[in-house]
């Protein structure tokens, strides 16, 4: 009789539960990605400097991602792959949260796809 009484009490707290469930969706954020061509200078450096990488990532510990010094670092490395874009060593670093990449909104991340995609230009 015990037995009964206790898969009887299970059941409806069982249900309860279930019945009780509130599903909060979660909105992803909009990326916003330009129509003109990313300029590494305006669009990419400053998200660099945004973020503050140059803390971690001066003239000491490479890639220097110090203003006017990035891009040479970036591309003497072989960070970044005009050919496979999304396989860049830039790309998985910031896709896997390294450090204050963390902090990156979607749109950062985008551009520096973009900037990647159309040929990592020196502009």
Do not use: R
Not at 9 to 19: C, P
């Amino acid at each position: 009789m015990k037995i009964k009484q206790l898969a009887t009490l299970f059941i409806g707290v069982l249900m309860f539960g279930l019945v009780s469930c509130e599903y909060v969706t979660i909105q992803p954020k909009d990326v916003i990605i330009p129509d003109t061509p990313v300029s590494f200078k305006t669009d990419v450096e400053p998200i660099f400097t945004q973020l503050n990488c140059i803390q971690c990532h001066p003239a000491l510990h490479q890639p220097d991602l110090a203003v006017n010094k990035a891009y040479a670092s970036l591309t003497s490395m072989n960070l970044v792959d005009t050919q496979n874009p999304a396989g860049s060593k830039l790309i998985q670093y910031i896709n896997a949260g390294h450090n204050t990449a963390a902090n990156m909104t979607g749109t950062q991340k985008a551009l520096i796809l973009k900037w990647i995609t159309e040929g990592a230009k020196n502009n």
